[in-house]
Each structure stands twice: as C-alpha cells, then as structure tokens.
C-alpha cells in the first residue's frame, strides 16, 4: 500500500528510515524509450522503529517499507530537451520480500 501525503506521521517515519535505517536489500532499472530515459531505484527496509503512535495505528501489521525513487528525463517537444523529472514514493507492506520482486 503507497503511503500517501496525508498520512503525515507515517510518512515521516518512512522518510527517516529512508535516510537512516539499514538497507535490507536493493534493486535498479533502467529504461529507454518512448522519448524518456527512467531510472528507478527500490530499497527494501525490514529492520526500522516506529514512532509509538504510528505503531499504535499500523505497527503490527507493517513488516516492509519500499522506497521506490524515479528519475526521468523526458523529451520536451517544444525545446527539443529532455526535462527532468524526480519522485520518491514509500510503501508499507504486510510480508517480506525482494525489492526486484516490488
């Protein structure tokens, strides 16, 4: 399940396990076509601490965070360039398992 912005608390947990936790494992693509270039890359995170009240509401059932970040660069008719593009999205998952497989 993609934890959304207006999921605040949990979105600040993911994020500082984003940035502070031990990756679990690790995955990267890359694709080329259809006038963009995507790099994604996904971290799995099996090891992390919820804040209480984030564990209170979802603790028990989250085994995995996925980090997924996308870069692009797509073609931009108008300026003949490729413009680029930056995402980064969490995930909660209830089982554990590879980030190739997410």
Sequence with gaps: MQVKDNQEKLREDCERI????????????????????????????????LRSDVKKKRGEFIETIVKVTRRKLIYNTETQKRDPSFEEAFYITTCVFSA???
Excluded: A, L, M, P
Aim: charged share 50%; proline share 0%.
């Design 18 to 49: 984003g940035r502070n936790s031990k990756v679990y494992d690790e995955y990267e693509t890359f694709d080329d076509g259809r006038n963009r270039e995507e790099k994604r890359n996904i971290k799995v995170y099996k090891d992390f601490t």
């Design 100 to 102: 190739k497989k997410s």
